[in-house]
């Protein structure tokens, strides 16, 4: 009897310990990539975006079925599109369904909700879809180096259904 009471003891302990790496690790990567990457989309810093990704990141677009690279993925944009959105103020928001992290590697998936607000009109636009996301560890520092995301008829309710960040 003693020595399943210890077993289960270290058992729990083991399990414990697996959960604080896993919460230590998922606020390293909130602190490097989920923060930065909120402040440069809101910010439109194109710099600090970067900062984030991988080199070798791959970027997959599904509902528009494409799929490509770092130098695609942060090509200038044209004056044009600049002069467009420089009426808009944009946010977005990250809600996680799952978290897994271990040994300098991390996959993802959650719910995002971007708010644009039109400063000249007032007009709100809302939109929401699903990500999935693959990171590493770079020179110690996590980096996003696939991200895919989708509209998948993702709603508030759905939004709200996953875990914010802490």
Do not use: C
Not at 6 to 14: E, H, M, R, T, Y
Not at 52 to 81: C, M, T, W
Not at 104 to 122: H, L, P, Q
């Amino acid at each position: 009897m003693k020595k399943y009471i210890l077993i289960s003891i270290l058992w729990l302990g083991f399990k414990f310990i697996s959960f604080a790496q896993t919460d230590s690790l998922q606020h390293q990567i909130n602190e490097q990539v989920w923060k930065p990457f909120i402040k440069a989309f809101k910010n439109r810093d194109n710099d600090l975006m970067k900062s984030v990704h991988s080199k070798d990141i791959i970027r997959v677009e599904l509902d528009a079925g494409n799929i490509f690279g770092y130098d695609k993925y942060f090509q200038p944009l044209p004056d044009s599109v600049k002069a467009k959105w420089a009426v808009w103020e944009t946010n977005i928001e990250l809600r996680f369904v799952h978290r897994v992290a271990a040994a300098g590697k991390a996959f993802e998936v959650g719910y995002y909700k971007t708010t644009s607000v039109n400063t000249s009109t007032k007009e709100i636009r809302i939109s929401y879809g699903k990500f999935h996301v693959l990171l590493r560890k770079e020179d110690s520092v996590w980096k996003i180096l696939m991200d895919e995301d989708a509209k998948e008829n993702t709603d508030e309710q759905i939004f709200m259904s996953g875990k914010p960040i802490d």
